[in-house]
């Protein structure tokens, strides 16, 4: 374990968190007392028992909960921003999967994979949901980089078997054998960093391979991500594969890879209401990956609907489909997108607010990991410390310099980053790509 | 005029530059020939009359027309990013009114004033068209911190003498004197910035107002700006207060406002289709402002039946019921919004390319100020060269390259601005606001 003989730590600042969907807490000078890895408590006023502690007073600045990604590719970093002029299907054989065929060679994935940690560590994304490619070498590799770095992670080597090209096709066995060499080397080696199973989607996915790797999921107990109804094309071509099936979520509950374990399923652009109640009962998550449904023309994913189902829901960038790292953004383009949706539905869908997207990309997603995203006590302290100064100093409420801080800020904004109450310092990042 | 006596330069490096809506123009290694602030030529091979002229080489470096902005409001400048859960009345009336009217106090414009010039400056806007307040003086000095910045704008005092409240609505007379006191003083002060008649948009216009605004717009040859069809509850407003008129563009036509003078009616979210024939026959301008439609949960304008009909259609931040003031930012949102309006239309208005956005962003808004948004032959030479070696440099097309750029680069990759054939540097920017 981290930390263990360090004593209690006071942070003091502008703090703001949202410990419910409904609700932003805001502290103006108040105080974050950390045990170790753990938030003891926030505080208006420092309790006496803590005024001997070390102190690091950030002034006038913002303290947030550190962002979190519910679904990021990291084999398509190089990609972001490029072809996106194209649908799913198109843009995976023309873009995507060239491209992660690449990581073949651990070479390239050295070169690629640090830019990944660095890009999360800038932008403030403390923990992250990791599609790394099919190839295992690579996947430890990123797995190492992320426990280098001080980051959070879950990352899972993809797992896919059939209907894509040749030179990216898995063997089954292999494919199992693999990922059972990686679960058996990194459940353990990292509290913040842990491998994750991960089905593409289901037509890449043969049914003997979900099987077993639903069997893999119960046997170790570990978490599993893959994709659902994120474009119709690919809902009717689910349908064509398994007319045998009730719908696209109920193929992965037959073989265990819906919320037997905890599970992230990214998109939900066109799942049914049964469906949405399954995903309820389940405890499946849905990433919210608004970016990536704009730019391949998916449509928009009605998360108020999942919301008052009681889905668990968080965020994604879904790098490279989205081509923005940075989660702030993915939150405005949540509350837009959601603002489409509201006239589309008829005015009855009601638009996100930007407090409840703030909750989807701090606790909501990081939920996921545990006591993550929030101040609230027990919970892991990652935090980032925000200068706004530079985007104005007209006198707002707290509320408003985060609203403000989401919008226009950007990583030059951030100037401290914590994970599980341990400064996280810049990566190392290798020049060019 | 500048640069009378300077000679011709010569620019080199990697050209991209849109000469109409379906055609993008990439020359690797090629060469731009500039004589005082005009484009001769470009050229694959430097033509031998130019091999002695001066050469500036920037490399590996990509050289784009400057961007164009159609629609921006400055005095809202530090409000963008707040408040961003309304609609467009309730907006105005909470957020954008009071904000406004504080340009009333001149210490005040010259506190956010510069913060404007030095923002478009650092996010390669060379040429914009800008609301400032009703208020003279600060719009005089909203002008003159143009002239002297070097880049290119259109800036008008917003005319309204009704429907608004009582700290910024004008007296219609003072209303008008103010706004012939600018057109006199500031038409003939510089080539590169201009006065513009500004009615806020029909509700807040008296008819003696439109009637008389009209008439200068004839008599002094001064270009018009503002405000169609943005927003479902604005649009029944119109309605209510001018039944006697068959649309809401009727009423512009009616005071000479739509076209008699080269015209700009921003947002177009929910025009009939004879409203966009009167605008393609009338010559009015389209600004489409894709992030403050989202943002103010007005809709998607439909640009495409827009560009079929042909009317000129340009791009606008809409700073700041829009937050972001970048183009390209803007230019992305318009590719997203524009695959929503495709699904929408039940797959019949066609999403826009990337490479119809550049033009839109560069050439499509830049007619507005004469040849400029291009490097064809006798265009102004506006200019931005872009560093995006930390993009990423495997290899890709120039084409790829603009392509990413815009989607994730940001100010930091703009090395150069140049407007008119003069390097613009950066302009003084008051600290904090």
Sequence with gaps: ????????????????????????????????????????????????????????????RLILPGFVDLHFHAPQFANRGLGLDKELLPWLEEYTFPEESKFKDLSYAK?????????LWKNGT??????????KDSTKLLLDLFI????????????????????????????????????????????????????RFVPTCSIPLMEKLGAFAMDH???????????????????????????????????GLFGHQPTIMAHCVFNT??????????????????????????????????????????LGSDVGAGHQVSIPKVM?????????????SGKTLEPLKLSEVFYLGTKGGGKFFGKVGSFEPAYAFDALVIDDQDLGTIDISLTERLERYLYIGDDRH?????????EVFEPKKLPGI
Excluded at 21 to 47: A, S
Excluded at 111 to 119: D, G, L
Excluded at 126 to 135: C, D, E
Excluded at 414 to 422: E, P, Y
Aim: charged share 20%; hydrophobic share 35%; proline share 4%.
């Design 148 to 199: 280098d770095s001080g980051l959070g992670a879950f990352v899972g080597k993809v797992n896919m078997d059939q209907n894509c090209p040749d030179f990216i096709v898995e063997d089954s066995n292999q494919s199992l054998s693999e990922t059972l060499e990686i679960i058996q080397e990194y459940s353990k080696k990292s509290t913040l960093v842990q491998p994750i199973l991960t089905p």
């Design 332 to 344: 405005t383009a949540a509350v837009q997108a959601s603002k489409i949706k509201w006239l589309e």
């Design 1 to 60: 374990m981290l930390n263990n003989y360090e004593p209690i730590k006071v942070y003091k600042g502008n703090i703001v968190y949202s410990p419910s969907i409904n609700r932003l807490t805001t502290l103006e000078n108040g105080y974050i007392v950390v045990n170790k890895e753990e938030v003891i408590g926030t505080y208006q006023d420092l309790p006496a028992e803590y005024q001997n502690c070390e102190l690091r007073d950030f002034g006038d």
């Design 273 to 314: 209401d049964q469906e949405i109640d399954l995903m309820a009962k389940s405890g499946v998550y849905a990433a919210h990956c608004p970016h990536a449904n704009y730019n391949l023309a998916s449509g928009i994913m009605p998360v108020r609907s999942f919301l008052e189902k009681g889905v668990s829901v968080g």
């Design 126 to 135: 403390t923990r992250s949901v990791i599609f790394a490619s099919v190839h």
């Design 221 to 255: 107990n570990i978490h599993i991500q893959s994709h659902i109804s994120e474009n119709q094309g690919e809902v009717d071509w689910v349908k064509e594969l398994h007319p045998e099936s009730l719908d696209y979520a109920s193929i992965y509950h037959q073989y």
């Design 111 to 119: 070169k690629i994979y640090p830019q990944v940690v660095h890009a």
């Design 414 to 422: 951030i100037l401290k980053r914590f994970v599980a109450g341990k």
